[in-house]
Nanobody, 112 residues
Framework: QVQLVESGGGLVQPGGSLRLSCAAPGFAFSGYTMGWYRQAPGKERELVTFITQTGRNTNSADSVKGRFIISRDNVKNTVSLQMNSLRPEGTAVYFC?????WGQGIQVVVSS
């Protein structure tokens, strides 16, 4: 059973930063593209960003380009999302994703 476990969410003021992490113990992590999705209240789940197997290539939604950075550590089997200059519209549940597997989601609230 593959488990993706997110951590690092919480409440942050607009303009602030948060770093999310996703751990995948026992998963053949390095062989797969990893992604972060988010689902805001009343909206569909959307792709935020992804990173390819070696970390050489990434891509992000236009709404977060230049502010969010995805990275991975294939030794530690973790993928991280550094979120800077957060906006209130960034309030959502964030999900780690690989292949057909999803994490349980972690709440991020951007509010003053």
């Amino acid at each position: 059973q593959v488990q993706l476990v997110e951590s690092g969410g919480g409440l942050v003021q607009p303009g602030g930063s948060l770093r999310l992490s996703c751990a995948a113990p026992g998963f053949a992590f390095s062989g797969y593209t990893m992604g972060w999705y988010r689902q805001a209240p009343g909206k569909e789940r959307e792709l935020v960003t992804f990173i390819t197997q070696t970390g050489r290539n990434t891509n992000s939604a236009d709404s977060v380009k230049g502010r969010f950075i995805i990275s991975r550590d294939n030794v530690k089997n973790t993928v991280s999302l550094q979120m800077n200059s957060l906006r209130p519209e960034g309030t959502a549940v964030y999900f780690c994703h690989a292949v057909t597997y999803w994490g349980q989601g972690i709440q991020v609230v951007v509010s003053s």
